[in-house]
């Protein structure tokens, strides 16, 4: 399975991010699914602030996922399986 995290946007106070928003992004073939969320970070190290202009996807990734922390990455992730199992069992209606 390939994961991909999308940042959809950023809560700023004063150019300092305070939240992210984000999806989980599953990709494969001609499957995709996705959930959404908001995580609020931490308030930066003065000492490791990188003004908002310079910031990276990467960098705001790496927050997002010390935020979230690698137990609830996982359930992330199961959650997101779950649905693509949910999604195989549906079926529309004999009639459509």
Same mark, same amino acid.
Request: glycine share 4%; hydrophobic share 40%.
């Given at each position: ?16 991010? +305070? ?27 003065? !000492? ?8 990276? =996807?990467? !960098? ?16 992330? +992730?199961?959650?997101? +399986? =779950? ?5 195989? =069992?549906? =079926? ?5």
């Amino acid at each position: 399975m390939v994961y991909e995290w999308k940042i959809n946007a950023l809560d700023c106070e004063e150019d300092v991010v +305070k939240a992210i928003h984000w999806s989980l992004l599953y990709r494969e073939e001609n499957i995709k699914e996705e959930i959404y969320g908001r995580v609020v970070v931490p308030s930066p190290d003065l !000492q490791h602030y990188t003004a908002f202009s310079e910031l990276s =996807k990467d !960098q705001v990734i790496g927050w997002l996922e010390s935020s979230l922390g690698l137990a609830e990455i996982t359930r992330l +992730k199961d959650v997101v +399986k =779950k649905r693509l199992e949910m999604r195989n =069992k549906t =079926k529309p209606t004999p009639w459509s």
